[in-house]
């Protein structure tokens, strides 16, 4: 399986942007699909994520009600909308999926991920 993120990019703040991650190969292996960030001297922090069918999703108290993150299994695509943006929101953004096999951990836990993108950057200027 290989991921793919995109939609990055540089933005006032208060604006949005629209992430999205492509996935190929094996995707039907992939069970939940999430985000993480990480800002430059920081861990990398989960941000949101979503189940296989789309009937829970999960977010960081930081984003919620700002993101939303939804999925189209047919185009093995996830996307987070991010709106109201805010300088803190600046990160690395990265898009991650995990097996059935890892189901009974928290979605929050990044160690939990068995598949990783490459990162797309977002920056926020105030």
């Known amino acids: 399986v290989q991921l793919q993120a995109s939609g990055g990019g540089s933005v006032q703040a208060g604006g949005s942007l629209r992430l999205s991650c492509a996935g190929s190969?094996?995707?039907?292996?992939?069970?939940?699909m999430g985000w993480f960030r990480q800002a430059p001297g920081k861990e990398r922090d989960f941000v949101a994520a979503?189940?296989?069918?789309?009937?829970?999703?999960y977010y960081a108290d930081s984003v919620k009600g700002r993101f939303t993150i939804s999925r189209d299994n047919t185009k093995s695509t996830v996307y987070m909308q991010m709106n109201s943006l805010k300088p803190e929101d600046a990160a690395l953004y990265y898009c991650a999926g995990r097996t059935w096999s890892q189901n009974y951990r928290s979605v929050t836990d990044s160690s939990s991920y068995n598949y990783w993108g490459q990162g797309t950057l977002v920056t926020v200027s105030s």
């Open positions: 979503i189940s296989w069918d789309s009937s829970r999703t």
């Open positions: 190969g094996r995707t039907f292996n992939i069970r939940d």
